[in-house]
């Protein structure tokens, strides 16, 4: 549903909390162009979040209009989400809050999350306290593993590739075409993101339809890679 202008975010939510195919959902994209269309503002978020399946392993949320009190409904789903891709206008200080618990949270009942990739590409640099993402308790330390990627808009991914605070994070910056990510050196074997759901793509963030063995390329290309053609 990615992208589809002439739907209402009534008639999407209505659909994910009714509808018998919803009830097993995997893969699940509402993501849209905030500059052109907006799909879920804030109180839509707040109505759909807790409809959604456990049995979600991507959720792309992004164009919505999200605050901060969201980060409560959605560390829930952050422990079976392999993927996630986040609506504009958290803080960095919100998006941190995801991989550790408040400190009026007790430890004990903190069940660790699942998350592998992250797409904050939603957010320019200027909307982003970059210096955050570095901190003892942000999505960039230890703490947060098992994240492995974080993609980021272009202005955003300039900025932080020339910053030697990403190295000493442990993590390391790599782009193709239009798309860019930091990506947490690993320890042992690295995974490439390949899982039944994805109907083939071994990109974090992506899915395809496998309608052929062949290179990556031409018009399927942009719209994968995003690349400036």
């Given at each position: 549903m990615?992208?589809?202008?002439?739907?209402?975010s009534?008639t999407?939510?209505?659909?994910?909390?009714?509808?018998?195919?919803?009830k097993?959902l995997v893969?699940?994209?509402?993501?849209?162009?905030w500059?052109?269309?907006?799909?879920l503002?804030?109180?839509?978020?707040n109505?759909?979040i807790?409809?959604?399946?456990s049995?979600?392993?991507?959720?792309?949320?992004?164009g919505s209009?999200?605050n901060s009190?969201h980060?409560?409904l959605?560390?829930?789903?952050?422990?079976?989400?392999?993927?996630?891709?986040i609506?504009?206008r958290?803080?960095?200080?919100?998006?941190?809050?995801?991989?550790l618990?408040?400190?009026?949270m007790e430890?004990?009942d903190?069940?660790?999350?699942t998350?592998?990739?992250?797409?904050?590409?939603?957010?320019l640099a200027?909307?982003?306290?970059?210096s955050?993402?570095f901190?003892?308790?942000?999505?960039?330390?230890?703490?947060?593993?098992?994240?492995?990627?974080?993609?980021?808009a272009?202005?955003?991914?300039?900025?932080?590739s020339?910053s030697?605070a990403?190295?000493?994070a442990?993590?390391?910056?790599t782009d193709?075409g239009?798309?860019?990510?930091?990506?947490?050196?690993?320890?042992g074997?690295?995974d490439?993101g390949?899982?039944?759901?994805?109907m083939?793509?071994?990109?974090w963030?992506?899915?395809?339809?496998?309608?052929?063995?062949?290179?990556?390329?031409?018009?399927?290309?942009?719209?994968?890679?995003?690349?400036?053609l």
């Open positions: 990615a992208k589809c202008k002439l739907l209402s009534a999407v939510i209505d659909f994910l909390t009714n509808h018998p195919a919803a097993n893969y699940l994209s509402l993501a849209a162009d500059r052109s269309y907006e799909l503002d804030e109180d839509d978020v109505r759909l807790p409809v959604l399946p049995t979600l392993r991507s959720l792309s949320l992004k209009k999200m009190s980060i409560e959605l560390r829930p789903l952050t422990k079976h989400l392999e993927e996630l891709s609506g504009r958290l803080k960095t200080e919100d998006i941190n809050r995801l991989f618990p408040d400190e009026d430890q004990l903190w069940v660790p999350h998350l592998k990739y992250l797409d904050l590409s939603d957010y200027t909307m982003l306290n970059l955050a993402l901190s003892n308790a942000s999505l960039l330390s230890r703490h947060s593993a098992p994240l492995e990627v974080v993609e980021f272009d202005d955003a991914f300039t900025r932080l020339r030697s990403v190295t000493r442990g993590w390391t910056a193709l239009s798309r860019a990510w930091l990506v947490r050196k690993a320890d074997a690295w490439s390949c899982r039944d759901w994805k083939g793509a071994t990109f963030g992506m899915r395809k339809v496998p309608v052929a063995v062949a290179s990556v390329g031409g018009m399927y290309g942009s719209y994968m890679f995003k690349r400036q």
